[in-house]
């Protein structure tokens, strides 16, 4: 099983709204990871949770906050987003023992527009 | 039908033809790659992955290609399906930190596959 859900898989919201996207993982992976994606585009990084420690930020706003509340799950909180922030918002892991660089397994992503 | 990926975003080919998408990747040090197929709506899944002490790795129907001389990787899809329309990234890995990866992604090239 190579599966990682995201909820919702659309969402719109209002620049004053507070929203959370969460994604969840059952495979045992140990780094989890939040990219943005817009039209056309690759998948940009935006943060990464190694063993629940949040270890990269890529220079994100402070309107996006991630929170890894266990191995499984990871969230993005939103607030006082703008427009141009509406994109598809990717979750992945993999399992990165050490020593061993590992594949990503991708979620199918939430469809964000901010109005 | 081949792409040179960066400068031929989009690949046309007949149904039943192979096709050959191209990545040229920046960093030498990259020792992990990854071909990504993304579905319009979908996120990225995963297809074929090559480490950088192979040349050559097979899969169904692909064949990953890489070259570290001239940083160069390349996705084959033998007798191209309808069903591979797609965008094909390639990502490459800059080896381990702190336990876990960090993923460049390419630019992507657009598959379309004429019946």
């Known amino acids: 099983d190579t599966e990682v859900t995201q909820t919702p898989k659309h969402l719109v919201m209002g620049m004053t709204n507070k929203k959370s996207l969460k994604c969840e993982q059952h495979?045992?992976?140990?780094?989890m990871y939040w990219y943005k994606q817009k039209a056309k585009k690759p998948p940009e990084l935006m943060f990464v949770?190694?063993?629940?420690?949040?270890?990269i930020n890529e220079s994100v706003p402070s309107r996006f906050s991630p929170e890894c509340p266990n191995s499984s799950l990871l969230n993005l909180h939103l607030h006082a987003l703008q427009p141009e922030d509406s994109a598809l918002y990717l979750c992945?892991?993999?399992?990165?023992?050490?020593?061993?660089?590992?594949?990503?397994?991708f979620g199918p992503g939430t469809r964000l527009t901010v109005l | 039908g081949e792409s040179v990926g960066l400068h031929l975003p989009t690949l046309s080919v007949q149904e039943g033809d192979n096709s050959i998408i191209n990545c040229a990747y920046s960093?030498?040090?990259?020792?992990?790659f990854i071909w990504y197929k993304q579905e319009s709506g979908k996120g990225p899944q995963f297809i074929i992955d090559?480490?950088?002490?192979?040349d050559k790795r097979q899969g169904q129907r692909v064949t990953v290609l890489l070259n570290k001389t001239v940083k160069h990787l390349s996705l084959q899809i033998a007798a191209t399906q309808p069903g591979d329309s797609a965008v094909y990234f390639c990502?490459?890995?800059?080896?381990?930190?702190?336990?876990?990866?960090?993923?460049?992604f390419g630019s992507g090239t657009k598959l379309n596959v004429k019946p």
């Open positions: 495979m045992g992976h140990r780094a």
């Open positions: 090559i480490r950088s002490n192979m």
């Open positions: 960093n030498s040090a990259s020792d992990y």
């Open positions: 992945a892991s993999s399992q990165d023992l050490p020593g061993n660089t590992d594949t990503q397994y």
């Open positions: 990502a490459e890995n800059e080896g381990m930190a702190d336990n876990f990866n960090k993923f460049y």
């Open positions: 949770y190694s063993y629940e420690k949040l270890s």
